[in-house]
Every structure is written in C-alpha cells, then in structure tokens.
C-alpha cells in the first residue's frame, strides 16, 4: 500500500548540509504495524514528517520515490497534498495533553475533521463521531462526546486521538511515539488498541518509537534506523530475536531484560562510535580520594511514617485549600551500602519522597533517621548540616540539573569548596579532573560548558559533581529515562560500578521495572503515595505479593522472544 | 573566545538581519559622536565667546543664505546647531545610561529576591511596582524634585537638577526589571541545577548571584535596550516640559523646547533637526532591543 524506496532527506543550516535520512525503503501493507525504532537523531520522525509531506523548511528530499496506493506522494500539488492529508494519511501525537483543542469539546473536534474531508450532513457526521468513540473503547459514547479533553485521563485523551486520526477512514496512519507520555498499565491498552484497529479496519500502521518493548509488543515488521540509515529489516520476531546487524544487536544488548538480573550490560563496540579516553591513572587518583573520604560504605536510611500534603487549588474565596496528600504514612528502611529501588506510576509519589529525603520537600509528619542520627527535614535542616554532603542526588533531566552558564570545572570543584574538602585550588581543579576520568570522560572536557555534552555525557557530569562530595547516600530520580537505550546501558553500568566499589547507599527511582531490577538490592512499590510492598528484589521479581504490584509486573512490556541464542 | 563569539548563532543572525545591522551603525555613529563631542563638535555651545549674535538663525549649508561654518545651521543666539545636538545627545545618553544602570541595579535585585524567595517580600515588592507603574514618570519626577526642593538648600538643589531628574527616570523603569526578572527566576527557580544547589546548602544569596543571574541575563539584556530607548525619551519628555534640565545645558529636549518657539516661523530646522535626531536614535536602539529580544527568543524566528 505504502512503498517507499531510496528516500533521501537532507537539512541545510548554515554550516552547510546533512543527510537526515539515506537511502531508505520501506513497504508497508493494510494491516501491517510497521514499527520504526531507532535512537534520537536516527531520522524516524523526518520519515514520517516525509511522508505526510510535513518537512520543515530547512528539509528538502533530494532522491526516492514514496507512492500510496497508486498516487505519487512526492509530485503532489500542495493542495492535492492538503487534501490527502488527513483523508487518506493521518498521524497521531506524542502528547495527548497536546494535540487535542483544550477550547472545544471532542464532538466538535471530530466533526470538523469529518466535514473537513467528507460531504456529510451534521448528523451523519455526529453519528459516526459517536460510532467511533465507541469503537475505540469510551463508555457512554453518545454523551461523554460533549466532555472537553480535560475531562478525560491522559489514556482516554489518547483513545480520542486516534479517533480523530480514524474519522477519515484513512489508510495509513503514522503514530509518533504514541504511548511515551503514558504510564505502563495505558501504555498496554493503547497498543492493544492499535493492534485491534489494524486487523479489524485494515489500516497500516507506522509506529515511530525509540522504545523497543513497545515494538516487541505490537508491530508486525521492524526497521531499525541509525544516523538515517536502515540498518536492519523485517519480520520484528526475527529482527529481535536473531538480529544479524551488529548494531542491532549491541541496541539488544542494552535493552535492560524484564526477567532477570544482569551483572553488567555487555555492550559491544559499534563501528563509528569511539570508546571514551578515559585515563586510568587519574581515574585511580580519584578512587583513592573517594575511599579514603568514605571508608566503610554508605550509611543506613530509615524514614518513618513520612506524610507530605500538598496545599491544592481553592474553591471558593472562604472556602479552606483542598489538601492532596502525596505521601500517606510511607515508612522505609534501606541498609546500608545496599540499592532501593522505588518504583510506581507517575503521580505515585516516589520523586517526593525522595525530595523529602533531599530536604527539598517539606514533610507534615513522619521521622528520618540517617545511621540512627535524626535528619532534620527541610524547614530545619541547617545549611551547615552534615547531611547535606552526606546525601547527594542525580536528577532525572540532565538539560536542566547543570547550571548551563557555569563551565564544567565550576560545576564539579563547586562541592569540594562550599563541603571545605579541599582547601588549595590546584588540588580542586585536579581531582575534579581525576574524577571526570572516573566517570568515563575526557580531561578537556572541564573547559567546556554543559551544552556542548550530550545527555548521556552530561549524567555522568552529574555522577561526578555528586561524588566530589564524598557522599554516602545517592538519591537517583529516574537518572536514565531521558536517554537513549545504549546510553541507558553505560550510565547504568557506570552506576552500578561505583555503587558496588564505593559501597553506596542508594535510592533508585524508575518507571521502569526491567531498569530496577537490573540495579536494585530491595524493592519498593508505591502508587497514590501509599507504600503498597517491600522486600528483597529477587524475591519480588519471583513473585510480588500486593495484586497491583502483579498487575504492573504483567503490563511491562517485555520482549519475549527467545534470548536462549545470546 | 573571539572565534566562538564570531561563529555564535547570534553573530550569524546579525549578519542577516539588515534591519539590525542599520540599526547598529546609526547607534554606534550617534554614540560616538555623543561621546567625543567635545572633540568632534566644530564649536563649543556653552562657550559665550564662540559664537555671536551676527550668526544668529542661519539655515543648514543646503539652503539658500547659508554660511558653510554651520553645517546644520544655527539657532537665535547664533550657536551652530550641530555642536548643539552633539553636546545635547551626549547629556542625554549620559543621563538616560546612568538611569537605565540605576534601575537595572535596582529592579534586578528586587525582582531576583522576590522571585526567588516569593511569599511576603513578593507580594510587597510588587505592590510597590504596581503603585510606581500607575504613576507617571513626570509625576514622579515632579514629586522627587519637590521632596530635594524641600529638604536640600536652594544652591544645592541647582547643581543637583542632573541627579533629580536622573533618579526620576530610573524610577519610572525599575519596574519593568523587576518583572522581567522575577518571571524568570520562576522559570529557573524549579530547575533541578537550583535544586542541587539547595540541596547541599548553599547560601541562599550565592544561589540567586551565582546560580540564577546568570541564566537570566537574555531577557534583562533586551529590557536594558529597549528601556535605554525609553528613558532617552523620558528625558526629553521632561526637559521638554521644563521639568527636567536648565535651559543653559541643552539636552536634546530642552533643543526642542527651545525650538518650538520657531515651529511656524520660517526657520524650521531649530525645531525639525534636532526631533528628526532624537527619533532616529530612539527608533535604532529599539531595532537593536527587538533584534535581541527575537536572539532570545527562537519561537519568534
């Protein structure tokens, strides 16, 4: 149905010109969930951008042909592709708190869409619009079609989506990374929907996803993309069961399995990609340092009964704040030198505990207690107070927790100056460089500034500051999810190297299961700031005993097709 | 360092901007120009011995009867017109960057502490800018100028025209320093680098100087140009209406005070050359303030 072959598309900007996509074909046919996955910059979003004849201004396609059914893409008229926009290719959005009108109730935005591209009556097309909701799975079609998008949840919003992508009867709809805003457990429905939509409508499908769980789970056939260009293709069983490329296989490699633990990601080297300089001398200097500051390993972590009540909106002048408890009574213990992993949907509560923790986050009740020394919460811990340095934390976005003005140098001989670790300004400069080594990256790197790292390079900057501390408790939020796979692999591995040398405390928050069980000793699970299990992680995995833990174990997307050959 | 500068982004979009590149080049002219007048101008406008009453209200070297020692011609008293507008411009700038300092001073350190600390200081902080923005600048200007009236003796009070008028000014833009800054700091203040910060105790004042300011500095930089802009106007507003500097130190406005008298007489460049001036600059630093602001803002491009 759609066939695309030997598709170039190539940027100007003022340095001159790049190859977003080279060379690239693909066909897919009614039914077929074609999934593109690949790592940022791997060109999937210009494919689809292509496609729908979307390329910004700074895109041109320079060779290949894209045909759908028997029309000629590339030699539209703008208007003609206007009009095949929508009717016969629509898309689907990331964001679905995003890509609806917040201003119009979904009756009115589905039949606009409907009357855009068909002469129907009003009610014919309102008919349809109600058919559709039901077919996507929303209860009460015929009156929750009068809602405005914010009365629905972030899933629903997401079912409308593609019942605005479906209301032309097209026959290609491309979704970009449909389900990443999305929780685990609505994440599986949506899928299963566009599974279900695929078969039953006869639509193709192209599924752009970095995700490889989401691939695993529903597409037909895969291309694997890197740098713009297809490194391996076909039947998605095959491609992720005996990948053949090298560069498929070291993305396999990365992907952290649901169902056991791994020593260390084994990442093979990838041609093209050079392995980090890292001097093994100065590395050492650093270790030195770290242990002799840190000695018999991290501290034991003990909070009790920790209640955090967020002031909400008012509702009426006089009326008193409706209060939202984010943390309802949670009590925790974690043993020294050992890993926790936190894990829970969005909203659960896990990163407010953690700020907690951190003393960024004020607490209503509830006890610390670091090596059975109280821990002062936020309002009275002191700035002098030793657990500042003791307990250090690495963000989840590694764009905003390095101050972007700051040169790398500043950022890491920072604690060691305000903790007075080391007086003599050489010596600051030089361990700050010794533990850049630690970490995996070049010495003349200190001169840089924080834009001029990649997201994976910058993480292991925010490794280094927090260890210049010489600290004993690592609070990790979520330290990987806004990296790529292969590079989730190396920080992770870095993680868990200096976790295990440096006998850290550490906190591990994720949304990911497969990604917590790789780096945790216990477990815990929290969902709408209640603590719903705890125990050792094995055991866990093995069989959780809460049904909602069950629950989220069975909604991970895990790929299961056979590993035995790896 | 002068490489990066010269390959900046900034520097690429300048080159491509003929709006702000105009811009630039006037400004720079005019600013130069104000700077060394005392080098630059042919005559000296507050030296009596320089010019003579023989001299007086010749036209601009382009019209009939002119004499070409006056390039632009001269006023009733016989002072060229051009060392007139030189020696004005720079009283003007001069007044208007000390304000515009005065108030970025100022506005950025209230705006940064009360966006940063929020609750009470906040809430104070801009109810006072909202009073000063309901206030306008001559009122302000009128109201300082009476306060020094009463409390400074008469002597005093005259050599400090320059400071009153200087203070007026930089009151009347504070404000719009501190808004810009405390809206950024809300932005920046929940950014996880902040966070880190606080985590491990730094002082609250290192963290708004050291951490924060620095990341705001963009939208500030526009503000400063676009209000140096304004405040050069707010100078010529006042001395226009009398309020501001004596009629013996010519600014730009009091010029066009003084040449209000000749608007419908037949000599017309005592009142048109030093507006058309005054225009020019403003109309060429605000180019240059919305080429900053479109630099700092990409969803505008």
């Excluded at chain 1, 705890?534 to 790929?559: M, N, V």
Aim: with cysteine; aromatic share 6%.
């Amino acid at each position: 149905m759609l066939t695309i072959e030997h598709l170039s598309v190539r940027f100007r900007d003022r340095f001159g010109a790049t190859m977003a996509v080279e060379d690239v074909s693909l066909d897919v046919r009614p039914a077929e969930i074609h999934g593109l996955v690949g790592e940022s910059g791997a060109g999937k979003s210009t494919i689809g951008a292509a496609i729908m004849g979307l390329l910004p201004a700074a895109g041109e396609i320079t060779a290949g042909r894209m045909t759908l059914g028997k029309t000629d893409l590339r030699t539209l008229s703008p208007v003609a592709a206007h009009r095949m926009r929508g009717k016969r290719i629509s898309m689907i959005f990331q964001d679905p708190q995003t890509s609806l009108n917040p201003l119009m109730t979904i009756e009115d935005q589905l039949i606009e869409t409907i009357l855009a591209h068909e002469h129907l009556s009003l009610d014919d097309a309102r008919r349809r619009a109600v058919g559709l909701l039901e077919e996507i799975g929303i209860a009460n079609a015929a009156t929750r079609i009068k809602a405005y998008p914010h009365q629905f949840s972030g899933g629903m919003r997401q079912r409308v989506v593609i019942a605005l992508a479906l209301c032309t009867n097209p026959e290609l709809i491309i979704a970009d990374e449909p389900t990443t805003a999305l929780d685990v457990a609505v994440q599986a429905q949506v899928l299963d929907l566009i599974q279900k939509l695929a078969r039953t409508r006869q639509v193709g499908f192209i599924l752009i996803t970095h995700d490889i769980g989401v691939i695993a789970q529903v597409s037909d056939r895969v291309t694997v993309l890197r740098g713009g260009r297809v490194m391996e293709q076909g039947a998605t069983r095959r491609i992720l069961g005996q990948p053949e490329h090298p560069y498929t296989q070291a993305l396999m490699a990365a992907v952290p399995p649901l169902d056991r633990k791994l020593e260390n990601f084994h990442l093979p080297k990838v041609a093209g990609e050079t392995a980090d300089a890292a001097d093994a001398a100065q590395a050492r200097e650093a270790e030195d340092w770290l242990l002799s500051g840190i000695g018999g390993g991290g501290p034991a972590l003990d909070v009790q009964n920790i209640t955090v009540r967020f002031g909400g909106e008012r509702k009426g002048f006089f009326a008193a704040r409706e209060e939202f408890v984010a943390l309802d009574a949670v009590s925790l213990g974690v043993r020294p030198g050992s890993v926790m992993g936190l894990v829970g949907e969005s909203g659960s509560g896990k990163s407010t505990l953690a700020k907690v923790i951190a003393a960024l986050v004020q607490p209503a009740e509830g006890e610390m207690r670091l090596d059975d020394v109280p821990l002062a919460p936020m309002r009275s811990r002191r700035r002098g107070d030793a657990s500042r340095r003791l307990i250090q934390m690495i963000f989840q976005d590694p764009y905003s927790s390095l101050n972007s003005r700051h040169r790398v140098i500043d950022v890491l001989t920072e604690p060691l100056w305000l903790f007075g670790l080391e007086k003599d300004k050489r010596r600051r400069e030089r361990l700050a460089k010794a533990m850049l080594a630690l970490v995996g990256l070049p010495a003349q790197s200190l001169d840089r500034y924080p834009h001029q790292f990649s997201g994976g390079q910058r993480q292991r900057i925010a490794v280094a500051r927090a260890l210049l501390s010489r600290p004993g408790l690592l609070i990790c939020d979520e330290p990987t999810s806004a990296l790529d796979v292969s590079i989730q692999a190396q920080v992770l591995n870095l993680l868990k190297d200096l976790q295990t040398r440096f006998g850290l405390t550490t906190i591990f928050i994720s949304h990911d299961l497969a990604v917590v069980r790789q780096m945790s000793n216990d477990i815990a699970v929290l969902k709408d700031g209640k603590l719903v299990e705890t125990g050792p992680s094995e055991a866990f995995f093995a069989g959780p005993k809460a049904a909602y833990s069950r629950d989220l174990l069975a909604q991970t997307p895990a790929i299961r097709f056979d590993k035995s050959g790896t | 360092m002068l490489t990066r500068l010269v390959q900046s982004e900034g520097i690429w979009l300048f080159t491509r901007s003929p709006a702000a590149m105009l811009a630039a080049v006037v400004t720079i002219v005019i600013v130069t120009g104000a700077l060394f007048a005392p080098w630059i101008a042919p005559t000296d406008p507050y030296d009596l011995s320089s010019f003579s009453l023989i001299d007086g209200l010749l036209p601009p070297a382009w019209e009939e009867g002119a004499d070409p020692r006056f390039l632009l011609g001269t006023d009733d008293q016989g002072r060229d017109l051009l060392s007139s507008i030189l020696y004005g411009a720079r009283l003007s700038l001069g007044i208007a960057a000390v304000a515009m300092a005065v108030a970025l001073v100022l506005g950025v350190s209230l705006g940064l502490a009360a966006g940063y600390l929020g609750g009470r200081f906040d809430a104070v902080v801009m109810r006072i800018a909202d009073v000063q923005l309901a206030l306008p600048a001559i009122l302000t200007a009128l109201l300082i100028d009476g306060i020094s009236r009463g409390i400074l003796p008469a002597a005093l009070h005259d050599d400090l025209r320059l400071a009153v008028i200087t203070l007026a000014i930089a009151l009347s833009l504070w404000v719009n320093f501190a808004r810009t800054a405390r809206a950024s700091v809300f932005v920046e203040r929940n950014k996880d680098y902040v966070s880190a910060a606080i985590m491990m105790g730094q002082h609250p004042v290192r963290i708004m100087l050291r951490h924060i300011l620095p990341n705001i500095v963009g939208p500030l930089l526009v503000i400063a140009t676009v209000d140096l802009a304004s405040a050069i106007l707010l100078e010529a507003t006042l001395s226009f209406l009398g309020v501001g500097l004596p009629a013996d130190s010519p600014s730009l406005g009091t010029l066009i005070r003084i040449g209000m008298q000749y608007l419908l007489s037949g000599e017309w460049w005592i009142l048109w050359i030093p507006t058309v001036f005054l225009v020019v600059l403003v109309v060429a630093i605000n180019l240059l303030g919305d080429f900053l602001r479109d630099l700092f803002n990409p969803s505008l491009r």
